[in-house]
Structure formats: structure tokens, C-alpha cells
């Protein structure tokens, strides 16, 4: 079970540099262009520029300031 842990973020990380690749500081691919590419949501590209990288139970909440 450990390694799988090890695994998953290994994964995650080697995905999370390929999408900022595909998209090039904007003058690569759209986000819907790397998800359709990669075959994965939308919503995961988006995290990936938001930083985002946890389960949805921890995701920070909308600052409500004015």
C-alpha cells in the first residue's frame, strides 16, 4: 500500500509538469485542449494552475472579502 502512495504521487507530479508544458505560459493549448488531449476533466487541468491538490472534503473556501 505504501508504494502505491509513492506511485500515485510520482504520477501525479510527471502529470502536473506535462499539463504546464501542453499549455506553455499561455501560448500552448487551451485547458480544454489538454484535457481532451490527456483524456482527463477540465476541473483537473484548472487545479493544476489553482495549486490545488487535495481530496474536496480539505478545498480552501472563497475568500468573501469587499
Given at each position: 500500500?505504501?508504494?502505491?502512495?509513492?506511485?500515485?504521487r510520482?504520477?501525479?507530479?510527471?502529470?502536473?509538469?506535462?499539463?504546464?508544458?501542453?499549455?506553455?505560459d499561455?501560448?500552448?493549448?487551451?485547458?480544454?485542449?489538454?484535457?481532451?488531449?490527456?483524456?482527463?476533466?477540465?476541473?483537473?487541468?484548472?487545479?493544476?494552475?489553482?495549486?490545488?491538490?487535495?481530496?474536496?472534503?480539505?478545498?480552501?473556501?472563497?475568500?468573501t472579502?469587499?
Amino acid at each position: 500500500m505504501a508504494d502505491q502512495v509513492v506511485r500515485n504521487r510520482t504520477w501525479s507530479a510527471e502529470r502536473t509538469d506535462l499539463i504546464r508544458e501542453l499549455r506553455a505560459d499561455g501560448e500552448g493549448m487551451s485547458y480544454r485542449e489538454i484535457a481532451e488531449h490527456l483524456g482527463i476533466k477540465l476541473s483537473t487541468v484548472q487545479d493544476v494552475f489553482r495549486g490545488y491538490k487535495g481530496a474536496g472534503t480539505t478545498r480552501p473556501k472563497k475568500s468573501t472579502e469587499e
